[in-house]
């Protein structure tokens, strides 16, 4: 660090300069005659020692108590008091006790009252703008740091919760898998293609804070293609999308939770029929996904207590990326589930 | 001509420090309009006391007081102004004519006329003149004790010259009023007698 940056950035030594600066330039006001004489620099200093105590009860008292405390009005009331006692004990000094002090000078102070009074709004205002402007910067900076704190603890809860979808959509997908497996299926080793597809996807772009959106849907596709393997005849799917989306950009792994809710609850192999809709609009930069499902009972093998894990993720992470621009609606009854998810992109 | 001119300079100038070495000179007065007194009582003619060659005249013109002195061969007219600090009574005087010859007009360009203050205590009969002790004065301004605009003009390596107070009437009065209550400010007054 820099000599002048140091002198700069301590406290004492800013105050230091400032006084040292503001004494010459008084010192060079008050010299009565084309040289500097004693008398100059003996009035000067004197001057300065009430100036000096003006700023800093101003500074160290009065903005701390009544300023700062938004008690505005006592505040410029007691500052103005403050300033008017002191010109006053001035005056009476260089009147009265000066010559006392001084034996032998002539140290009189030919500035008038109001003169005086002057100085000290001047000195008393220009030092407190340095005050807030200091105070201003240094709010600034712990606001900047604060931001900068918030910022990593967001991209740490998306990190986190993405990190918890990851092996959430891999456990359902070898659930789906695994029930083909289990019925011996030939589409199990198809199924294992399409899953390492999507797991391509998840790998190599979802640490990306956004995605283009037509990789998203075509994410979503291929996930859909993987449980299409696991539907029977009789399962109904439909699944549309429109829109033009090839210049829009999404958070990764956004729409996924939604659709796998569908077929983890909606699909239920091959007991009873069921349904699954999915639609996704984007009008503008608005996307819609809207999906509705039959409801049937959960497979074995999913326990219990993640049911939901997949939107309670979702929720968070909406909340983190899109604050206030999206809208999630999720409607369950006895015979369907349904949720309608828009995001301003 | 050319040496007429010159040789009224030099008794102009003879005549001003003859007088004029016994007070305090000043660019500015010692008084605003507002502060001028008219006392009918020191209007006359008044005589140096032990000196039956000096004499003082003081006359009112248009509500002015006009100042003349009267020594040997010598007149010099000032015009005057009264006026009150601390209870006392200060004279300031401004050279306007020598030997009835208009100062401004002779030397209009080659001088300044400076005010010189005096305290004055009069009665019917008498009037009191104390000059300001120049000596003393140019001593503290010289030591740096005296903190008021001046000059030293005629300044030079070997020879000081006199003080030229260059502080404005505000100053002077509040100097003024201050200083005059030191003792040794003044030197001993010169009585004048009606004559």
Known sequence: ?345 | MKKRINKIRLIIVSSILAFSSCGIFSLHPLYYKKDLIIKPEIVGTWKKKGDINSYIMIDTVDQNFQFTRISNNDTIGFAMGLLMLNDQYFIDILPTSISGLDMFDLMRNNFIPTHTFMKIDFTEDQILITEFDNDRLETLFKENKIRLAHEFPWKTDKYSGEVVITASTNELQKFIARYANEANAFKTPIKYERF
Not at chain 1, 153 to 171: C, S
């Open chain 1, 1 to 345: 660090m820099s000599i002048t940056k140091q002198v700069l950035q301590t406290r004492m030594l800013q105050h230091i300069l400032f006084w040292s600066i503001s004494l010459y330039l008084l010192l060079l006001n008050f010299q009565a005659s084309s040289t500097l004489a004693t008398t100059d620099i003996i009035y000067t200093g004197i001057f300065s020692v009430f100036l000096i105590a003006a700023v800093y009860i101003n500074i160290s008292v009065l903005i701390p108590k009544l300023f700062q405390n938004e008690r505005y009005l006592i505040y410029l009331i007691t500052l103005l008091l403050t300033i008017s006692i002191i010109v006053f004990t001035q005056i009476f000094l260089f009147d009265n006790i000066v010559e006392i002090l001084f034996p032998g000078y002539y140290l009189i102070s030919y500035i008038a009252y109001w003169e005086t009074l002057n100085y000290f709004i001047v000195f008393v205002g220009v030092t407190s703008l340095l005050h807030f402007s200091k105070s201003w910067f240094l709010f600034k900076e712990s606001e900047a740091v604060l931001i900068e704190t918030q910022k990593k603890k967001t991209e740490a809860e998306l990190v986190a919760l993405k990190n918890q979808i990851n092996p959430h959509f891999l456990f359902n997908s070898l659930n789906s898998i695994y029930s083909l497996v289990l019925k011996k299926s030939d589409n199990a080793p198809e199924a294992l293609i399409k899953l390492s597809d999507t797991m391509r996807f998840i790998i190599y772009e979802s640490n990306n804070e956004r995605v283009e959106l037509s990789k998203e849907i075509d994410f979503v596709k291929s996930y859909i293609e993987l449980q299409k393997l696991r539907m029977s005849a009789k399962d109904i799917l439909t699944f549309k999308v429109s829109g033009n989306y090839d210049q829009q950009k999404i958070a990764p792994l956004l729409l996924i939770p939604i659709i796998e809710n569908c077929f983890k609850y909606g699909i239920k192999g091959e007991v009873e029929s069921s349904f699954v809709i999915i639609k996704i609009l984007l009008k503008e930069s608005t996307l819609s996904l809207h999906t509705k499902n039959n409801i049937g009972h959960i497979d074995n093998i999913e326990k219990q207590k993640s049911k939901g894990t997949g939107l309670l993720n979702l929720k968070q992470r909406l909340e983190l990326i899109y604050p206030e621009k999206y809208q999630l609606d999720i409607n369950e009854n006895f015979d369907n589930f349904s949720v309608n998810l828009t995001i301003e992109l």
